[in-house]
């Protein structure tokens, strides 16, 4: 992910169970709540924006605006795969 932003990013996630519609996401951060909107980079497509339906712990179910394409989630799985995950950034 080398997309630049202009600010930093609010918290790191590695993504788990992706679908077309959402995502599980594993934080570190412990002040994220429902309700709250983030965005994030894949390498290839436009930015993924999407709204925080529930937390568990670390844990945090998260829903995209828009559905994404299976590319669109193999592109995902393998960065969380490989790397440390996404920068989420607060909209």
């Known amino acids: 992910m080398s997309t630049r932003r202009k600010h930093s990013a609010y918290a790191s996630a590695v993504a788990r169970h992706i679908s077309s519609e959402g995502c599980q996401f594993e934080v570190a951060q412990d002040d994220i709540a429902e309700g709250q909107r983030f965005s994030f980079a894949l390498d290839g497509y436009p930015p993924i924006r999407g709204t925080v339906r ?7 179910g998260f829903a995209f605006d828009r559905p994404i394409s299976r590319d669109a989630q193999s592109a995902m799985r393998q960065r969380c795969s490989i790397v440390q995950g996404v920068e989420l950034y607060l909209n």
Request: hydrophobic letters at 55%.
């Open 54 to 60: 529930w937390v568990v712990s670390d844990r945090v």
